[in-house]
């Protein structure tokens, strides 16, 4: 049995996880962890190099190591909610390896079957990706891999959908990004595809690279949730990404639902400058779920939100405290802790099992997860 760092490893063999390393479950503490062995950077540990040689690999490595640790500790959330992120990165010898918590995914749905899901269902899930993805925007980070299989959606003993965003190996912040980007190729933008391409120093392409990248491969997700067996949009070629320069757009599918359709189809825009914003991605989907919230925006008056130190939220001026509530989740788990997000209407629950959700405000209160006071 191998230990690495304090992790016991669970599995003999290790096994692939894209292009930028191998994967393995631990436990350390009694709990159970996902280790990736990363297959770059290699710590000079052969007394074979050149100092010289030693030298630039060490500096190359500790420059990826800062970059990492930033990335992490500027991502929102502690690793155990909807956004599951790296929690400590560590080397042996000339490997670097990343850890994060462990999702259970019994009971995952598969994204080619998401489309049986009824509207209101699909669209929550979208929402809470693009309110993950929203912060993380918000820092000015790009998760840079974003495919279906790197969205884990679950059900509940209870029945309710949970949905967490793994993988983070790839991020990076927008106006730095490294020298490729290591993601699968179906789902990259054309501005990803064309700085991926580029050979040579001075990629002319790195000025086109922004948040709006993750918003052209959450569009086709989106049109894979809405299929019937997965499907893309419908392209002249093998990606969707090399329509660019042909002058055609994506075909989307005519029996998807209407207000996901112009959704979709404006995430799917070629020009990244022609594509929504994720904070709008998020806004369209709520007034989706809440037809009304659209009528009424223009008559809201914007309410401060303060969390106390118990937990609890106090909305200014309206004197109203939000408070956990006596409701159980059906895995029976409790309220802990909530949160208010940007959009008041919106909050954010812990529960004593770890686990985060994003709910209506509403909701939340009809289901006793939250009271007011």
Same mark, same amino acid.
């Given at each position: ?23 393995? $479950? ?27 040689? $030693?030298?630039?690999? $060490? ?14 500790? /500027? ?53 809470? =990706? ?20 790197? $969205?884990? =959606? ?7 959908? =949970? ?25 990259? /933008? ?47 070629? /093998? ?43 998020? /806004? ?90």
């Amino acid at each position: 049995m191998q230990i690495l760092n304090g992790y016991e490893l669970d599995e003999v063999a290790w096994k692939a996880k894209g292009g930028g390393g191998m994967c393995n $479950i631990a436990t350390k503490d009694g709990k159970k962890f996902f280790i990736k062995k990363m297959l770059y950077p290699k710590y000079p540990v052969s007394s074979k190099f050149s100092d010289d040689y $030693i030298s630039e690999k $060490i500096e190359e490595c500790d420059a990826w190591l800062r970059y990492r640790k930033k990335i992490i500790s /500027s991502l929102p959330g502690d690793g155990q909610g909807n956004l599951v992120k790296p929690i400590e990165y560590f080397r042996d010898g000339a490997t670097y390896y990343e850890v994060a918590y462990c999702i259970d995914d019994n009971g995952s749905i598969p994204y080619d079957r998401m489309y049986a899901e009824s509207e209101e269902t699909r669209a929550r899930i979208m929402l809470t =990706i693009s309110t993950v993805l929203e912060d993380m925007h918000n820092k000015g980070i790009v998760h840079g891999d974003l495919d279906p299989g790197n $969205i884990l =959606i679950s059900r509940s003993t209870g029945g309710n959908l =949970i949905t967490k965003l793994i993988d983070f190996t790839d991020s990076f912040f927008a106006d730095n990004p490294p020298e490729s980007i290591m993601s699968k190729e179906y789902w990259w /933008s054309p501005e990803v595809a064309l700085y991926n391409q580029y050979e040579g120093k001075d990629n002319p392409f790195r000025k086109l690279l922004s948040c709006k990248a993750d918003v052209f491969s959450l569009g086709i997700i989106f049109h894979q949730y809405c299929t019937e067996g997965g499907e893309g949009p419908k392209c002249t070629e /093998s990606r969707v990404w090399k329509e660019l320069g042909k002058g055609n757009k994506p075909r989307i599918n005519p029996s998807i639902e209407p207000r996901f359709k112009n959704l979709i189809e404006s995430m799917l825009e070629l020009e990244p400058d022609n594509r929504p914003s994720m904070e709008e991605v998020h /806004s369209t989907l709520l007034h989706i779920l809440k037809p009304e919230l659209k009528a009424a925006a223009s008559k809201d008056v914007p309410v401060k939100t303060v969390v106390s130190s118990g937990g609890s939220l106090k909305a200014e001026p309206l004197g109203e405290t939000l408070v956990p509530g006596a409701g159980r989740r059906g895995n029976g788990s409790t309220v802990t802790n909530i949160t208010q997000l940007r959009n008041p209407r919106k909050i954010k629950v812990r529960f004593s099992n770890g686990e985060e959700q994003i709910y209506d405000l509403q909701f939340a209160i009809q289901q006793g997860f939250v009271e007011r006071r």
